[in-house]
């Protein structure tokens, strides 16, 4: 079973739109990572979230623990914004359990 | 401060080769990981260590693969009979022990394409 399933898959906007991820877990977590993704890239940690809401410029993390979710809001897109968002979660000694990622496409 | 290095950046080998990757982790992190993430998939843990003990290896393929990190700081991961099924990107990433989750650092890692 996939513990971490996010949606949609892939998505493709207009630069200037915004955008919402979503993530799920099929059991409980309180640690929730967003990651970042370009093609042949490093991940790059975007947002530690492991409840409520939080903001990096232009990206708010919100994580509702009770049910299992969590999303990434992606504003004012550029197309430098283009690449993979994954979603994870931790258990004991920082392992991660990934979800296989949203695919962002970014056209001027 | 100098970041998770990894070489090979890539590797190309027919099935049966044997290949071996390696990572420098951030100075100072006790915490080291191998990740490997096939094509078009998150990344999936293989195995981690605390220093130069293994903590968890039981996601590790056994009789093919393998992983030291002798002096606790410098790690090795080796695939010995390289199969399709093995093509992906393995990546290291490394942290404090015990410490927030934000500070788990991830290297760039290496390609790996069995023919």
């Known amino acids: 079973e996939q513990q971490v399933q996010q949606s949609p898959a892939s998505l493709v906007l207009q630069e200037a739109e915004n955008a919402e991820l979503q993530c799920s877990f099929s059991?409980?977590?309180?640690?929730v990572q967003w990651f970042y993704q370009r093609p042949g890239g490093r991940l790059v940690s975007l947002l530690y979230n492991p409840s409520g809401t939080k903001q990096s410029g232009r990206l708010t993390s919100t994580t509702v623990i009770k049910e299992r979710r969590s999303s990434l809001h992606i504003s004012s897109s550029q197309i430098t914004d283009s690449g993979t968002y994954l979603c994870?979660?931790?258990?004991?000694?920082?392992?991660?359990?990934f979800g296989i990622g949203t695919r962002v496409l970014v056209r001027p | 401060e100098a970041g998770v290095t990894q070489s090979p950046r890539y590797a190309v080998l027919q099935e049966g080769q044997a290949v071996s990757f390696w990572c420098d982790p951030i100075?100072?992190?006790?915490?080291l990981y191998w990740y490997q993430q096939p094509r078009d998939q998150g990344p999936q843990l293989l195995v981690y260590f605390r220093d130069e003990a293994v903590i968890d290896n039981s996601q590790l393929p056994s009789d093919r693969f393998s992983a030291v990190r002798p002096k606790g700081t410098n790690s090795t991961l080796k695939i010995q009979s390289a199969k399709q099924g093995d093509t992906a990107t393995y990546l290291c990433?490394?942290?404090?022990?015990?410490?927030?989750?934000?500070?788990?650092?991830f290297g760039s890692g290496t390609r790996l394409t069995v023919l």
């Open positions: 994870a979660k931790y258990s004991a000694g920082n392992k991660l359990t």
């Open positions: 059991i409980f977590t309180n640690q």
């Open positions: 990433a490394s942290s404090f022990w015990g410490s927030s989750a934000e500070t788990l650092y």
């Open positions: 100075s100072g992190h006790d915490t």
